[in-house]
């Protein structure tokens, strides 16, 4: 029920992190999920609300992990 957060430096770093993660967790059914500054929009918008209600168990990102409007579950 817990969650894992890796913060990358840079977005480039952040996304090559998510897509090996995905890969090796989707099989075993964790949630993986991409928050960086450079989303906007609904994409923002989905990914915190699965954080927010634990539905993303590993969450890969830049600082944005770290802005006010990031609430994690556990």
Excluded: C
């Excluded at 890969?23 to 964790?30: H, K, M, R, S, T």
């Excluded at 928050?35 to 990102?61: F, Q, S, V």
């Amino acid at each position: 029920g817990y969650q894992a957060a890796l913060m990358a430096p840079t977005e480039i770093l952040a996304k090559q992190h998510y897509a090996t993660l995905r890969a090796w967790a989707g099989p075993i059914g964790l949630h993986v999920v991409l928050l960086t500054g450079g989303m906007t929009g609904a994409a923002r918008h989905e990914a915190l609300d699965l954080i927010k209600t634990g539905k993303a168990n590993i969450i890969l990102g830049t600082h944005a992990l770290i802005q006010e409007d990031v609430d994690f579950k556990k």
